[in-house]
């Protein structure tokens, strides 16, 4: 069964791959690896897992502006998600580093109350539809 979720276009593009979800922010400049991808932060609950060809879901970027160039090295690595969701309105530390580096991004993704959104859950973006489709099982 899929589900089909509304968004807003941020950055265009389509992505299809599992997904990481965090409902803590993240400081791509301070808290990832941007060589192998992995988030170093121990106080996160992500610590230790690698953002490499997921589809990152989390609420926000928070940090400084720099963080959009760790996001391209990201992508110069050949470690970057394949598309990112930012749950509220996409930060400018988000949009620019996704806008550099071709990663689509979406944000507010209208998800109903009696859906939880979870890890490993296979997900497609066409950030030019608007759409985010999850399959569930």
Not at 22 to 41: G, H, Q, W, Y
Not at 55 to 80: H, Q
């Amino acid at each position: 069964m899929h589900i089909k979720l509304n968004c807003r276009k941020i950055v265009t593009g389509i992505g299809t791959s599992k997904a990481l979800v965090t409902k803590e922010v993240i400081n791509f400049l301070a808290m990832i690896d941007t060589k192998s991808a992995t988030i170093i932060d121990k106080n996160h609950e992500l610590f230790g897992k690698s953002i490499k060809d997921v589809i990152l879901v989390f609420p926000n970027a928070v940090g400084s502006s720099v963080g959009a160039y760790a996001i391209y090295s990201l992508k110069i690595n050949r470690v970057a998600p394949s598309a990112m969701i930012c749950i509220n309105s996409a930060d400018i530390i988000t949009a620019s580093g996704c806008a550099i580096s071709d990663i689509p991004l979406v944000d507010m993704l209208e998800i109903p109350s009696s859906f939880i959104l979870e890890s490993e859950m296979e997900i497609s973006i066409n950030a030019d539809k608007e759409l985010v489709t999850i399959q569930t099982v």
